[in-house]
């Protein structure tokens, strides 16, 4: 059966540490895989990634996807306050099937 | 099994032709919401409810209802479903707002 797997599923950090956030998944016909940002009432869109390797870059966050591995990684570097938040990665496969993991819950210290 | 589950999960109709697709959730969370994922768009929230009887619009509310009679269900209702509104749609449910968001598995809809 497909799934998505998030680890962790929650963490604590302080203010300006780096950290990293780990997606692996078992889906049928891969297309691509999202990230989210969950820290209102909805989700929004962090990354799209769909070929390995490649690192995708916005300001403070990145995020790369290894296909051999079946897994993604989501980075922030010099973590503040307002990237607390719970962070969503998604799958979606050819046949438009989508799948989302449980999140995993940042929670930046001052 | 605690889990969202959403029918159809597959749809296909025709323009004018009022459906509801289903929304259930067995964890007694009090939020719940449905969105809209489109090729290149990502997740697009329709409507939420923070409870019972309270909906609220989301980001693309338009041709959609929605209603909140029970706490665990949450239909979505075209009243006159358009080709705009073919897409993929998920209902999510968690505790309160600010909590980790269950997701359904998806219902694929395709209006002709």
């Known amino acids: 059966e497909d799934k998505v797997v998030q680890s962790p599923l929650s963490l604590v950090v302080h203010e300006g540490d780096t950290v990293t956030l780990n997606c692996s998944y078992e889906v049928t016909n891969f297309r691509s895989l999202l990230w989210y940002k969950q820290e209102k009432k909805a989700p929004t869109f962090l990354f799209m990634l769909t070929s390995s390797g490649i690192e995708k870059k916005s300001g403070r966050l990145s995020s790369i996807l290894d296909k051999k591995e079946l897994s993604s990684i989501l980075n922030i570097t010099a973590t503040q306050t307002g990237d607390s938040a719970i962070y969503l990665c998604?799958?979606?496969?050819?046949?438009?099937?989508?799948?989302f993991g449980a999140g995993t819950r940042l929670t930046v210290k001052p | 099994e605690a889990q969202v589950t959403q029918n159809p999960r597959y749809l296909i109709t025709v323009t004018g032709k009022k459906l509801t697709v289903t929304c259930s959730q067995n964890?007694?969370?009090?939020?719940m919401s449905w969105y809209r994922q489109d090729p290149g768009l990502g997740l697009r929230q329709i409507y939420y409810s923070m409870n019972v009887e309270v909906t609220d619009k989301g980001d693309v509310p338009e041709g959609y209802k929605v209603s909140r009679k029970e706490k665990r269900n949450f239909p979505l209702i075209l009243e006159s479903p358009s080709p705009n509104q073919t897409s993929l749609y998920f209902c999510a449910s968690s505790f309160r707002w600010e909590n980790e968001q269950f997701f359904g598995p998806g219902t694929r809809l395709t209006v002709l």
């Open positions: 998604a799958v979606e496969a050819f046949d438009n099937d989508m799948r």
């Open positions: 964890m007694n969370h009090e939020y």
